[in-house]
Nanobody, 126 residues
Framework: QVQVMESGGGLVQARGSLRLSCTAS????????MAWFRQAPGKVREGVSC????????YYSDSVKGRFTISRDNSENTLYLEMNSLKPEDTAMYYC???????????????????WGQGTQVTVSS
């Protein structure tokens, strides 16, 4: 049984930083591209960042490029999202997802990943 679990969310002031973590079990972690998505109330889910199974390729949405950094530790089955220079518009529930394959496919932001965590809330105050 695949389990995906996020942690690290919280309340932070604008221009602050947070690091999210995600652990996955029940799958071969380095055979899975991993991604972070977010969804704010009343808004469409947004693909934030994707990293291939062995970190060869990384992708970011334009809204977070230069501020967020995705990384993974395959020895620990853990995915990270370092978020800096946070803005109130970054407020959302953040979800970790496993792709079921090693690549971040070209349509990864709209693709339905097979494995998801329950989410961790990030709130940025102005």
């Amino acid at each position: 049984q695949v389990q995906v679990m996020e942690s690290g969310g919280g309340l932070v002031q604008a221009r602050g930083s947070l690091r999210l973590s995600c652990t996955a079990s029940g799958l071969t972690f380095d055979d899975n591209a991993m991604a972070w998505f977010r969804q704010a109330p009343g808004k469409v889910r947004e693909g934030v960042s994707c990293i291939t199974g062995r970190s060869a390729s990384i992708y970011y949405s334009d809204s977070v490029k230069g501020r967020f950094t995705i990384s993974r530790d395959n020895s620990e089955n853990t995915l990270y999202l370092e978020m800096n220079s946070l803005k109130p518009e970054d407020t959302a529930m953040y979800y970790c997802a496993a792709a079921g394959n090693v690549f971040c496919l070209p349509d990864w932001q709209s693709r339905e990943f097979p494995y998801w965590g329950q989410g961790t809330q990030v709130t940025v105050s102005s």
